[in-house]
């Protein structure tokens, strides 16, 4: 067991640093700082492709096919400098963290010339279209349908709360390609170019005023008949592979994220003189610890390599950080007190925790609600009963 | 920067569970709770057989070498039993001597307590008066005050060494909550003792090791509730059903398993940072003392309510883990205190 990273390793952060930080002081700079996930789009586009000009856009992944095939510790290092230079997130996430690792996974060798190259340049955006209106945390009972017709698959349905799907350039869907069939069988994953007649994008405006989330309707949408990864039928198998990447190093760069906010709120309680209340101190240092766990959390998960078990660490990642993040939104209304309330100027616009109060009601919803966790942790974690399903 | 255990330590947390699951058995652990507090053959064994009395004290003072982690491997197992064990005390007073004793007191004190003869406890106050090489004073709530044959007591500027069997030295024992690990009052009226040189040093590293040592069992109680509770479950039936299949029973026990998996980083990361001297040290150590004793009353509580009239009872073994959990709550400094000092050191003084 070791914590510390070796001099090397050291080198290596200091060369992150000083390239991120020389960005976002430099050409980049306008973008610095922001929080949601949507604002300054294009320019955030430009970034994308800025750093795969200087291949830092997906060092993780093999150097064939644009990465530098980072090892875990240089990967974990990115991720933290990443933020802490107030890089905003990554509008290609999806596209670097989800899509890519499962084409190199799944795909076939012409799929990955097809679609590695752009989303390593940052040309190709990609956002994820699992949920719909009747398929939340059932995520199986998908009904949007596709089917095979002169070569090409034809889609009809809806998906729902697809993120950043206004700006992307391509989806990824998990269809019924079964007639008849039910839950997680008969289900085919495909990837389509969101640019077409058959397909069209509404934003759901959410309890912040943002819009980030999109629902995605789908009228004899159309991709080219190989653009399914794995094959037809497997679509739950490959569904569930990418999940599994979502767990990766990206948790350590949210978590700078969050060291950010959980500073802001430091700073915010000593201006307001909350610092001075032994309650709200408790809390601080509650968040405090809380945060520190998260990080050694997901060095312990990085650093498993026995994949025999069940990793508790992995299995319990997702409700502990959004559990800590809604606390902090909760926290940081209570430093704040009623300033916390009043937008900066005339627009619904908040700044950054006012907004972090109100979008952290998402946190413990997307991805998994924290029942479904629990429900996961029970069954997977524990080996008890599943819940009795139902007949539909 | 790779963070989890070597093999060796995996060889190493194998061995200990193995051997306190054996040996520190629910009816040796009760014989114990009638007497002392402590299991002697279990106590014998352990230091003598396993060798593990020496972890975390270098190896050219006897010790076994190692560091926090391997103790805290030791004290997580031993934790996950209740055992009945002077481990908290030994280990405190014995990293005081290896770390601000002289050569004379090593030689003196650490072989008789590594080899498990000579049980010491270690205690603090807030002052005492020195006059002429004697020290008088009162310590409360010392574990296993009374069973010990060696004090190492201190104060803020310095500690010394006390025996038990030295004039002026009255040791009250205590009917105590725990009584796995009771406590005793320490009265000293000028009683001889002997100053370790380098004092301070030495109760820092005893206060450290004593923090890991809670954190560690803390984590240890919690696993073992959850483990005994979640057994429990799937033979109990009612209404029909297991009871582990209701959800209201399974999310409970999901709720045990984010505290536990946040416990075990805080432990192992706390230990981790005492043994590489980080920076980071001091706050991993408030956080693992507060968080893990919270975790384990959380569990050791529930294991209480979720096992129902049977977890109420003296017979069943639920009341020793929920004891243990309130002790290790109260002893070194408070959750609220721990917590304080990291509010200390990201927000300065409160006023």
Avoid at chain 1, 107 to 113: A, L, N, P, S, V
Avoid at chain 2, 22 to 44: C, F, P, Q, V, Y
Avoid at chain 2, 328 to 336: A, D, P, V
Wanted: overall charge negative; some cysteine.
């Amino acid at each position: 067991m070791k914590l510390g990273f070796s001099a090397e390793e050291e080198l290596f952060r200091q060369e992150c640093a000083e390239w991120l930080q020389g960005q976002m002081a430099g050409e980049f700079r306008d973008i610095k700082g922001i929080s949601t996930l949507t604002a300054k789009a294009e320019r955030r586009k430009e970034w994308e492709q800025q750093l795969a000009a200087h291949k830092w856009s997906c060092i993780g992944w093999p150097s064939e096919w644009g990465g530098r095939d980072a090892t875990l510790a240089q990967q974990v290092i990115f991720a933290e400098e990443y933020a802490r230079a107030g890089v905003p997130g990554r509008v290609n996430h999806i596209g670097i963290e989800l899509a890519g690792p499962t084409i190199l996974a799944f795909g076939t060798e012409e799929q990955k010339q097809r679609f590695l190259p752009g989303i390593a340049a940052g040309q190709t955006i990609f956002c994820q279209g699992f949920s719909e209106p009747g398929a939340g945390s059932d995520l199986a009972s998908v009904r949007t349908k596709g089917r095979l017709e002169n070569g090409e698959w034809v889609v009809n349905g809806q998906k729902i709360w697809t993120s950043l799907a206004h700006i992307s350039d391509w989806i990824f869907v998990v269809t019924r390609t079964e007639e008849g069939s039910k839950g997680p069988k008969g289900l085919t994953f495909l990837m389509m170019e969101l640019d077409q007649p058959g397909i069209e994008v509404r934003g759901i405006k959410q309890i912040n005023g943002d819009a980030e989330f999109n629902e995605t309707f789908f009228t004899d949408a159309r991709c080219a008949a190989d653009s399914m990864i794995g094959g037809v039928g497997e679509g739950w198998k490959i569904a569930m592979g990418l999940l599994a990447f979502e767990r990766g190093v990206s948790t350590l760069g949210q978590q700078m994220a969050f060291r950010n906010e959980l500073d802001e709120i430091i700073a915010a309680a000593k201006e307001t003189g909350a610092a001075r209340n032994p309650l709200i101190r408790q809390r601080i240092a509650k968040a405090e610890i809380g945060l520190r766990l998260m990080r050694y959390g997901a060095l312990r998960m990085l650093s498993n390599t026995d994949h025999s078990k069940i990793d508790g660490a992995a299995l319990t990642y997702k409700i502990q950080w959004a559990t800590w993040r809604r606390s902090l939104g909760e926290l940081a209304m209570d430093v704040l007190g009623q300033a916390g309330e009043l937008a900066e100027g005339a627009d619904y616009e908040w700044p950054v925790l006012s907004n972090l109060f109100l979008y952290s009601r998402a946190d413990t919803i997307y991805g998994g609600t924290n029942q479904i966790q629990r429900n996961l942790i029970a069954e997977r974690g524990l080996g008890l009963p599943r819940e009795p399903r139902g007949d539909a | 920067m790779h963070f989890v255990f070597t093999e060796e330590q995996a060889m190493i947390a194998e061995t200990v569970r193995g051997f306190f699951a054996e040996h520190a058995t629910s009816e040796r652990t009760r014989k114990a709770m009638a007497g002392d507090g402590i299991d002697r053959a279990l106590w014998a064994s352990f230091c003598t057989e396993l060798g593990l009395s020496g972890i975390g004290i270098a190896e050219e003072l006897g010790g076994a070498g190692l560091g926090m982690i391997e103790f805290a491997i030791v004290a997580e197992a031993a934790g996950s039993q209740v055992a009945a064990l002077p481990l908290l005390s030994h280990a405190m007073a014995a990293r005081a001597i290896a770390v601000g004793g002289s050569a004379g007191q090593q030689a003196e004190w650490l072989p008789g307590m590594l080899g498990g003869e000579v049980i010491a406890a270690c205690a603090g106050t807030d002052a005492v008066v020195q006059e002429g090489g004697t020290l008088s004073g009162t310590f409360r709530f010392v574990p296993h005050g009374a069973s010990a044959d060696l004090f190492v007591l201190g104060d803020p500027t310095g500690a010394w060494l006390v025996r038990a069997d030295t004039s002026g030295v009255t040791v009250t024992a205590h009917t105590t909550m725990d009584q796995t690990r009771p406590y005793a009052t320490v009265t000293l009226a000028s009683a001889a003792a002997e100053a370790l040189p380098g004092g301070s040093a030495g109760l820092v590293a005893a206060r450290e090791t004593g923090w890991i040592c809670v954190a560690a069992e803390g984590l240890g109680v919690a696993q073992a509730a959850l483990d005994r509770t979640v057994a429990y479950s799937r033979e109990r039936t009612q209404f029909g059903r297991p009871i582990g299949s209701f959800q209201a029973y399974k999310h409970r026990l999901a709720d045990m398993v984010v505290e536990i998996e946040q416990t075990r980083s805080a432990v192992y990361w706390a230990a981790c940072a005492v043994d590489e001297g980080a920076d980071e040290a001091a706050v991993a150590l408030h956080a693992a003392k507060s968080f893990a004793a919270d975790t384990a009353f959380m569990c050791a509580g529930n294991m209480i309510q979720l096992h129902g009239g049977i977890g109420f009872t003296w017979e069943h073994d639920a009341h020793l883990f929920f004891k243990r959990a309130r002790a290790l709550q109260s002893m070194l400094g408070s959750g609220e205190w721990h917590r304080e000092q990291v509010a200390t050191m990201i927000l300065g003084e409160a006023a």
